[in-house]
């Protein structure tokens, strides 16, 4: 399991994103990022799931859109399935 979940709208901070993943493994820690670490095609939903509950810490890229539902379901599900199991956030 990755010990930092990067939960982000690929559309307003993929590079951001990618470049906090890079410093944190430059750091010594693992960080869990969805489009680059799954298979396309498949069924990402059970992958993103198991990934956001076995974090320690959950860290929320926030944009003007980040947890929008209209926008994106993704982040609004992977921020509620932090907070239902009690994950520290760390919003960034």
């Known amino acids: 399991s990755h010990q930092v979940f990067l939960s982000y709208r690929i559309a307003e901070s993929k590079d951001f994103t990618l470049a906090l993943r890079d410093r944190l493994a430059a750091a ?16 990402w ?12 810490i959950f860290v929320p890229v926030i944009t003007p859109e980040y947890g929008n539902k209209d926008a994106s379901i993704w982040t609004y599900r992977e921020f509620m399935i932090a907070d239902n199991t009690h994950k520290r956030i760390l919003p960034v």
Do not use: H, Q, R, W
């Open 28 to 43: 010594g820690y693992t960080a869990f990022v969805g489009e680059s670490m799954l298979k396309g095609g498949g069924d």
């Open 45 to 56: 939903a059970p992958e993103i799931n198991e990934a956001v509950m076995s974090c320690a």
